[in-house]
């Protein structure tokens, strides 16, 4: 594990070490939002043996990393290493914040024939696979609504990759329809031409999703109870077999969705994901400056 920032490791850790044949072997944490020693004091309490100086010391140690880091603009120089010795990796959400990181992280992962996955836990909670499961009963499909709470980005990353966890990729463009109180409302165009309708920022606790077809409307609230084991199992599964879940074109896509998103809010206009500046971003250090102080 690199960057012990969020409340995920502590979560995440637990249920790892639940597991029959996996454990964690190395923690790293460069800073930034926990103090120093932090680290030392998180391996002591979850029975972690080796806590390095540098991220490059842990690359020989383990099968797989998870980039924790709240900057996701990290994520990928702390990645590197791994990639580069062709170590699998997985990037927390939201996996980066901007198209430049997004195209290197695909071009590396073809140069190192690397496996890189991550993003959303919330794309593999139950509720949403169990919603998947049943597409096809479900007979032509004509639109979608979804909605979830918190901060445009960090949270609302979990919002786009919980329709894409339903819909998969190809969403061809994004316009920003609405907005009401803290919340925001948003149109994804598909390829096939369904409409995705998502607010961020709903002021209703849980994510919620619902796909109205021919053979009547299917819902879920979807919890967050099981998302993050059936992650890590996904990972887990992916270093064994080499293959992750979901290519990962289709993984980046909700990073897209998001930055199309944000411009369409500021320029009132639709966004084709295809017309993505380079110069699009989300800035991680500004967020996780905020996140230090709220965590300090």
């Not at 454990?23 to 939002?33: L, Y």
């Not at 020989?60 to 010795?85: E, K, R, T, Y």
């Not at 199992?233 to 064994?240: D, M, T």
Request: aromatic share 10%.
């Amino acid at each position: 594990m690199v960057d012990l920032c969020t409340s995920h490791p502590g979560s995440w850790i637990k249920l790892i070490h639940e597991m029959d044949d996996v454990t964690v072997a190395a923690v790293h944490d460069s800073g930034g939002v926990r103090p120093e020693g932090y680290a030392q004091q998180f391996a002591e309490e979850n029975g972690v043996e080796q806590v390095t100086d540098t991220i490059e010391e842990m690359v020989d140690m383990v099968d797989g990393a998870i980039i924790h880091s709240a900057n996701w603009d990290l994520h990928l120089p702390h990645a590197l290493p791994f990639i580069q010795a062709q170590v699998p990796v997985l990037l927390d959400k939201p996996m980066v914040g901007n198209l430049r990181d997004l195209n290197e992280v695909q071009r590396l992962a073809a140069k190192y024939q690397t496996l890189i996955m991550g993003g959303s836990s919330i794309r593999w909670a139950d509720d949403v696979q169990e919603l998947t499961a049943q597409r096809e009963e479900m007979g032509e499909i004509g639109m979608a609504w979804c909605q979830g709470r918190g901060d445009f980005f960090n949270y609302g990353i979990h919002t786009v990759e919980m329709f894409q966890g339903f819909f998969g990729a190809g969403v061809l463009a994004v316009e920003h329809v609405g907005r009401h109180g803290p919340t925001d409302v948003f149109r994804a165009d598909y390829a096939d031409g369904t409409p995705v309708f998502y607010a961020l920022g709903a002021v209703a606790n849980p994510w919620f999703i619902a796909i109205t077809g021919a053979n009547g409307v299917y819902s879920r609230i979807v919890g967050s109870g099981t998302a993050y084991q059936r992650l890590i199992e996904r990972f887990v599964a992916a270093i064994k077999s080499g293959e992750p879940p979901i290519p990962l074109d289709e993984n980046l896509e909700a990073i897209k969705v998001a930055l199309a998103a944000k411009v369409s809010r500021r320029e009132g206009a639709i966004c084709y994901l295809q017309d993505l500046g380079n110069d699009e971003r989300f800035d991680g250090f500004a967020f996780a400056e905020e996140y230090a102080k709220l965590r300090q």
